[in-house]
T-cell receptor, first 114, second 111 residues
Framework: ETGVTQTPRHLVMGMTNKKSLKCEQHLGHNAMYWYKQSAKKPLELMFV???????ENNSVPSRFSPECPNSSHLFLHLHTLQPEDSALYLCASSLVTSGSTEAFFGQGTRLTVV | DAKTTQPPSMDCAEGRAANLPCNHS???????VYWYRQIHSQGPQYIIH???NNETNEMASLIITEDRKSSTLILPHATLRDTAVYYC????????????FGKGMKLTVNP
């Protein structure tokens, strides 16, 4: 248990569906991240939020829409996805300080697009 | 792009020490060395990090060379549950700096 909780753990959706992934942490962290991990590939950073503001978008297609309403919650809204978007989606959080701190990851949402 | 180089895989006997190498020859002065591991289909798990001094915690030890161009993660008594992909990452000071993952190294602990 890392303190970062992702729901749902598994999701199957059609290409015309709209769904959302949820991530929450109660660690007092103020930076949150979305990563994508496709089969047999390294983790790819998608989005970074610092103090609820998006500070990085790694050229992610607009069919992925993040939302960070507060420092404890992060969402990834999905619409009109493609089968190649099937992957493990991981959320992480960390504490912004002047020193070094580790990031903690959730267990991920396994997404299958059919 | 990842700034580290790791061998793709390594085997270790259960109960023996596992020494996992990592090269980071372009590391800069304010970059830390972080180690994470990922057990199949789970989220990455933080192991340890360091700047220039050797570090030890309940999971592992981290040995960083004096020139900081390489490091070794040591699992003192490997168990079957330590089988995972291990990632060595360099990350700048400041908690919001992103973690960039490479391909990592698959450690297999054999009975």
């Amino acid at each position: 248990e890392t303190g970062v909780t992702q729901t749902p753990r598994h999701l199957v959706m059609g290409m015309t569906n709209k769904k959302s992934l949820k991530c929450e942490q109660h660690l007092g962290h103020n930076a949150m991240y979305w990563y994508k991990q496709s089969a047999k590939k390294p983790l790819e950073l998608m989005f970074v939020y610092n103090f609820k503001e998006q500070t990085e978008n790694n050229s992610v297609p607009s069919r992925f829409s993040p939302e960070c309403p507060n420092s404890s919650h992060l969402f990834l809204h999905l619409h009109t996805l493609q089968p190649e978007d099937s992957a493990l989606y991981l959320c992480a959080s960390s504490l912004v300080t002047s020193g070094s701190t580790e990031a903690f990851f959730g267990q991920g949402t396994r997404l299958t697009v059919v | 792009d990842a700034k580290t180089t790791q061998p793709p895989s390594m085997d270790c006997a259960e109960g023996r020490a596992a020494n996992l190498p990592c090269n980071h020859s372009t590391i800069s002065g304010n970059e830390y060395v972080y180690w994470y591991r990922q057990i199949h289909s789970q989220g990455p798990q933080y192991i340890i990090h360091g700047l220039k001094n050797n570090e030890t915690n309940e999971m592992a030890s981290l040995i960083i060379t004096e020139d900081r161009k390489s490091s070794t993660l040591i699992l003192p008594h490997a168990t079957l549950r330590d089988t995972a992909v291990y990632y060595c990452i360099v990350r700048s000071q400041g908690g919001s700096e992103k973690l960039v993952f490479g391909k990592g190294m698959k450690l297999t602990v054999n009975p």
